[in-house]
């Protein structure tokens, strides 16, 4: 339809030209028209050039720009769920109780090692004669913070719930959590997410719906940024490795 319309008005803009210099015989109107379908048509092209290469290159640099800091906070969230599961079992839905785990608990370090002891069933079935059974050792060697494992001495997980370049300052991402049942077995699950119209809210409106469609293995596939997923067990972002070299 936008071809269309620009074939129509290039059509009645030449149209005109041509009927000025051959039925226009007054000079002094003759030229004030012609300056005015000149003007008309300098800008019709400025407005053609910004909406068919200026305007969707502009829209994917700043995408592309946008979409690395949204990434940066969801790897965040995830290795902070990644965490809290290690530690607990399961994932955290409520951002509170996820930053408190962070600045308060601590990962168990710990140490296995191969060993062996005598297996005294089988030692009295051989009258006596000492049959040994191989064991693992699990040694506790100390606890080390999760805050300074994940972060060190960065303190951005306080704000890592908020998403980056959105119109409201404190728009935060969807986290849920839960859990599967596969194979009889209760499953821990996640999901962070947030809608690209949200992180591009303030461009071009078809080239936003036109990014909502998007579907291939060099773009972000559907209308949102997220990662983990509560349709099935897993912890990766919908983004390709371009956006991210470490997933």
Same mark, same amino acid.
């Given at each position: 339809m936008q071809y269309l319309y620009i074939i129509l008005v290039l059509l009645i803009s030449g149209g005109?030209?041509?009927?000025?210099?051959?039925?226009?015989?007054?000079?002094?109107?003759?030229?004030?028209?012609?300056?005015?379908?000149w003007s008309f048509s300098a800008l019709f092209f400025y407005k053609i050039v910004n909406e068919f290469w200026l305007g969707p290159k502009n829209f994917?640099? %700043?995408?592309e720009v946008?979409?690395?800091?949204?990434i940066k906070k969801l790897t965040d969230i995830r290795d902070s769920e990644l965490?809290?599961?290690?530690?607990?079992?399961?994932?955290?839905?409520?951002?509170?109780?996820?930053?408190?785990?962070?600045?308060?608990?601590?990962?168990?370090?710990t140490q296995r090692r191969d060993s062996s002891i005598i297996d005294k069933e089988l030692t009295r079935r051989y009258g006596g004669v000492k049959t040994y059974k191989d064991i693992v050792i699990v040694d506790t060697l100390g606890f080390v913070s999760v805050r300074d494992s994940l972060f060190g001495a960065d303190n951005r997980y306080l704000n890592m719930m908020y998403v980056p370049y959105a119109k409201e300052e404190n728009t935060m991402f969807e986290l849920r959590s839960g859990f599967l049942e596969q194979n009889d077995m209760d499953i821990p699950v996640f999901e962070a997410m947030v809608k690209k119209s949200i992180i591009l809210y303030d461009q071009d409106v078809n080239l936003m719906l036109t990014e909502n469609? %998007?579907?291939?293995?060099?773009?972000?596939?559907?209308?949102?940024?997220? %990662?983990?997923?509560?349709?099935e067990v897993n912890t990766n972002g919908n983004w390709p490795k371009n956006y991210k070299k470490e997933q």
């Open positions: 005109l030209l041509y009927w000025i210099n051959t039925s226009f015989d007054h000079k002094k109107y003759k030229n004030i028209v012609l300056i005015g379908l994917e640099s %700043v995408k946008r979409y690395q800091q949204v965490a809290f599961r290690s530690v607990n079992g399961q994932f955290e839905d409520n951002w509170d109780s996820l930053v408190k785990f962070i600045e308060v608990d601590s990962f168990t370090l469609l %998007v579907q291939g293995v060099n773009g972000v596939n559907g209308n949102t940024l997220k %990662v983990g997923s509560m349709d």
